[in-house]
């Protein structure tokens, strides 16, 4: 089998005294689509964040493209094509949207392939593009979040890391975040989601690890696991 993009094993992060992932064990290969759910303060948010450099580990090791990521700041890691779409908002409020894409694509030199990738943006968020010139603070929470979703994109990502894209938003935005996460999976792009959503997240996904206190305790086929009842009892509301 060929190594994994992502690799995480024996992961530990604590914020002082509170430990809160305790051992973190899962793989991302190239190409997958893989979710990670679990109930609310699991440790899920905590494992994006190590694996993206925002918070140090204190065990265990993380490997992207097979080399380590310890110490390896986020600027870093995102020139590597390793982003993620923070939880909320996060978006630049005082630039315009079309700015926000610009921004996105900060590292790329190709000038006619970003022009081309925002209108890309804007045929799949049209939303985005009726307020192209408006301020990003100014909309509202759900466009925000498309946007911040579309400006990670713009960077054309190898791996792109989502931490609950569908946060407060309408089954109709749900919908369409779900349908953009579906096309560039199928396109080839390697991603990893946390979702509350998990029966959503699970039918898009090809395998699912489930967290509890801290710890991975389940993974396997998101079929298999869509199918399972433990799974469908704590995790799917059924
Ligand atoms: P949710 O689904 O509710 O977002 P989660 O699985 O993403 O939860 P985390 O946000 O990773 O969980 O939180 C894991 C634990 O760490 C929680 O007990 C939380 O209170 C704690 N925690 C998270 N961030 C911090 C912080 N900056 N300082 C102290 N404790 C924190």
Redesign the pocket.
């Known amino acids: 089998m060929t190594q994994p993009m992502l690799s995480i094993k024996g992961l530990k992060v604590a914020?002082?005294g509170?430990q809160?992932?305790r051992n973190v064990d899962m793989d991302v290969y190239e190409g997958e689509l893989v979710t990670l759910i679990?109930?609310?303060?699991?440790?899920?948010?905590?494992?994006?964040?190590a694996t993206t450099g925002m918070?140090p580990m204190k065990g265990g090791e993380i490997s992207y493209r097979g080399k380590s990521i310890k110490g390896v700041p986020s600027w870093e890691l995102l020139a590597q094509g390793l982003v993620m779409v923070p939880?909320g908002r996060g978006v630049f409020a005082r630039m315009t949207i079309t700015e926000n894409l610009q921004m996105g694509a900060y590292l790329r030199n190709d000038k006619e392939g970003i022009e081309a990738d925002i209108e890309k943006m804007f045929g799949i968020f049209p939303r985005l593009k009726e307020r192209a010139t408006q301020l990003a603070g100014t909309m509202s929470g759900g466009e925000q979040q498309m946007l911040a979703m579309a400006r990670a994109l713009m960077s054309k990502p190898k791996l792109l890391i989502m931490?609950?894209p569908t946060m407060g938003l309408s089954p109709a935005m749900t919908k369409t975040i779900f349908e953009v996460i579906r096309t560039v999976s199928s396109e080839g792009m390697t991603l990893l989601l946390?979702e509350?959503n998990a029966k959503l997240a699970l039918q898009a996904a090809d395998r699912g690890y489930v967290?509890s206190s801290?710890e991975t305790i389940m993974n396997g086929k998101a079929s298999d696991m869509l199918d399972d009842e433990e799974v469908q009892k704590a995790y799917l509301g059924e």
């Open positions: 914020y002082g509170i809160a992932v679990g109930s609310n303060g699991a440790g899920k948010t905590t494992t994006l964040k918070v939880e931490d609950e946390v509350q967290m801290g």
